[in-house]
């Protein structure tokens, strides 16, 4: 079975950064393409990063040049780092998979003084 399980998300002051962490199970991580997307209130989910299996970046428009996506292939797990967070980033954070279409529950990010 898989299971995709973000975590860290929370509240945050306005620049603030924020890590997530997403622990993957149930498929052969090492072999598959990693993603994190967000959806702002009332919008569509939208990329924010993926990363390929054997390392390769692609950056979204969502938080470009804010952001850097890794994964630790031993760990099974997919990271992302996000810095000077703005009350626009305020949205639910979903981990994916993209080659078999997984998505985790999403993690709430909240950036507001």
């Known amino acids: 079975q898989v299971r995709l399980v973000e975590s860290g998300g929370g509240l945050v002051q306005p620049g603030g950064s924020l890590t997530l962490s997403c622990a993957a199970s149930?498929?052969?991580?090492?072999?598959?393409?990693m993603g994190w997307y967000r959806q702002l209130p009332g919008k569509e989910r939208e990329l924010v990063a993926k990363i390929t299996p054997w390392g390769d970046r692609i950056y979204g428009d969502a938080l470009k040049g804010r952001c850097t996506i890794s994964r630790n292939n031993a760990a099974n797990t997919v990271t992302l780092q996000m810095a000077n967070l703005q009350p626009e980033d305020t949205a639910v954070y979903y981990c994916n998979q993209p080659d078999d279409d997984y998505w985790g529950l999403g993690t709430q990010v909240t950036v507001a003084s």
């Open positions: 149930g498929f052969t991580f090492v072999k598959y393409h």
